[in-house]
């Protein structure tokens, strides 16, 4: 099946990491360096200037939220009461931005990175996903992953899912006790993996470049495909059962949300590009109703 998403807000310059909480969606964008609020009406509201760029949102246990700030490496927390504050220093363990998060029930962060200068066309390079706990303690708990993007943990909390957007792939996790990561496995192969040599030949081999998602109560992953211009519900082991498109834009993340879980949020732009985006506010949220409602984190 293949579905058309339909215009919530427009005139973002690059949206990311969406989430539903509290009544309202939760959305970052790059480039007015914000994170904002968006009522299923389409009311924006502002409620964080990250000037060194916000990426990916989480809650801790006790509502605080945490935000990435990506280009320097910081993780962001905002408390109840609005104060902000550092929450942990991630420089000396990410060479290049941080990306996307996702955050479990104890208030653990799990953060990737990109892993090479994506910006500048430098070509792929494999990284380590970082786990940030409560206190600001920072851990590497795994390696070779070709740009770990969206993130998600299982309902029963034990098992992480993390996008290699470069090998085309979701790899999973089982998330022991004492917040180490084991029994790594392909959760999704979807389509062949891609030797990791120049940009230009990764990109060209690549079927889908997974980048944020979701997952739904019967265990599927909504993914945003970065360069197929759709959103993607897929099974466990990669079949694909569902297609949202966006108008002709990209898509480059995804949430469930809404009263009952139902409604999918895109965050869509014309291309990736940096220097585009910064220039003009062109990047859109979009809505589309699915069948299937939200599970798991984020």
Request: glycine fraction near 12%.
């Amino acid at each position: 099946m293949t579905r058309q998403a339909r215009t919530l807000l427009t005139g973002g310059a690059f949206f990311e990491g969406p989430r539903w909480r509290d009544g309202q969606w939760w959305v970052s964008d790059f480039y007015r360096h914000g994170v904002y609020t968006v009522t299923p009406e389409g009311t924006a509201t502002r409620i964080l200037d990250v000037p060194a760029q916000p990426s990916g949102l989480g809650w801790m246990p006790d509502g605080s939220l945490l935000v990435v700030s990506m280009g320097d490496r910081r993780l962001l927390r905002r408390w109840p009461d609005g104060s902000v504050t550092p929450h942990a220093d991630l420089s000396d363990h990410a060479a290049w931005h941080c990306n996307d998060m996702v955050v479990d029930a104890q208030g653990r962060a799990w953060v990737g990175n990109f892993g090479f200068d994506l910006m500048q066309g430098a070509d792929p390079a494999t990284t380590g996903l970082l786990r940030v706990d409560p206190d600001g303690g920072i851990a590497r708990v795994a390696d070779d992953l070709a740009f770990p993007n969206g993130m998600a943990i299982t309902p029963d909390g034990a098992t992480l899912l993390v996008g290699e957007t470069f090998r085309g792939r979701y790899t999973a996790f089982t998330i022991n006790a004492d917040g180490s990561l084991s029994d790594r496995r392909t959760w999704a192969q979807l389509g062949p993996e891609p030797a990791l040599t120049t940009r230009r030949a990764v990109t060209e081999q690549l079927e889908t470049a997974p980048d944020g998602c979701c997952l739904d109560a019967e265990g599927c992953l909504w993914v945003a495909d970065a360069m197929g211009q759709r959103c993607l519900r897929v099974a466990p082991g990669g079949t694909i059962v569902d297609t949202v498109t966006a108008d002709g834009q990209g898509v480059f993340a995804c949430m469930l949300g809404g009263a009952d879980g139902r409604t999918l949020l895109l965050c869509c732009a014309p291309d990736s590009s940096e220097r585009r985006r910064r220039a003009a506010l062109e990047a859109t949220l979009m809505t589309c109703t699915v069948d299937i409602p939200h599970a798991g984190l984020p």
